[in-house]
């Protein structure tokens, strides 16, 4: 399986060469998304992605450097596809905040409106739990409190933990504010994590999965500490932290 870093920034004012956080994870023919920062579909089309192979998206919470290149993602593969209606599989979309997914597609039938005659996409909530399998993957959401303690019971904030080839790979999505917590009860032992450094410093997360037995760390989402010296943190992770860890940035491709 290969990984795809679209964006690697948090959710940050505009800065040159990192943008807003998304990935990629391309398995045979088929392509997964995980959250669509603003050009994230831009930067996977010039890096060689077929976006007419995206199944499925998986959003982990609906803050605008999460989703706001989602309607362009959509309408990105529709200028692909062509001007042919049908014989499209829908693409599935995993959003935990259906008001988010009506304002986006609100908008993409602004453009055209029929816009789902040519990239129908079903949208479906995310839980706790078990959420999609396939041929290839099997996602697992677990809540993170990055939004706070919902009051209905209904988290709208997610990590999501992928088994896929035998491997065990973990996204952290956006964790909470108040402290590194989130991370105990999101990770377990992986062949990959990827890790948010937006909101906590890197040594803090690092401390956090002391004990965790992780076969590669990668940074993600980062803050201005990461932004200004990667290398830093990196050496951080490999000589202090005694891990196999990246810093991932626009445009980097992991295979495992
Ligand atoms: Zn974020």
């Not at 990984?3 to 990192?18: D, Q, R």
């Not at 988010?100 to 609100?106: E, L, V």
């Not at 402290?179 to 401390?207: A, K, M, Q, S």
């Not at 965790?212 to 830093?232: D, S, V, W, Y």
Request: charged fraction near 20%; hydrophobic fraction near 40%; charge should be negative.
């Amino acid at each position: 399986m290969k990984f795809y870093f679209l964006g690697t920034c948090a959710g940050t004012k505009p800065i040159s060469g990192w943008h807003h956080q998304s990935f990629a994870m391309e398995v045979g023919q088929a392509v997964y998304w995980f959250d669509a920062g603003e050009c994230s579909s831009y930067t996977a089309h010039i890096m060689g992605l077929n976006l007419l192979q995206v199944k499925t998206v998986f959003i982990s919470h609906t803050h605008f450097d999460h989703v706001g290149g989602l309607a362009n993602l959509f309408w990105n593969m529709k200028k692909l596809k062509g001007k042919s209606i049908g014989a499209f599989d829908k693409v599935n979309l995993f959003i935990p905040n259906r008001d988010a997914w009506k304002g986006i597609k609100t908008l993409l039938e602004a453009d055209r409106r029929n816009f789902s005659e040519y990239i129908p996409v079903e949208p479906f909530d995310v839980h706790d739990g078990i959420i999609f399998s396939d041929e290839n993957i099997l996602v697992e959401a677990i809540h993170t409190e990055h939004l706070g303690k919902p009051e209905n019971g209904e988290w709208k904030s997610f990590s999501y933990k992928i088994k896929c080839e035998g491997r065990t790979i973990i996204y952290t999505g956006d964790i909470g504010l108040a402290n590194v917590d989130d991370l105990d009860r999101i990770v377990c032992d992986c062949d990959l994590l990827l890790v948010e450094t937006g909101h906590h410093p890197y040594t803090e997360v690092l401390d956090a999965l002391e004990g965790k037995n992780i076969g590669m760390i990668a940074f993600t989402h980062h803050g201005e500490a990461i932004r200004k010296n990667p290398l830093q943190a990196c050496y951080h992770a490999q000589v202090k932290y005694d891990r196999k860890a990246i810093i991932c940035m626009d445009g980097t491709t992991l295979t495992i």
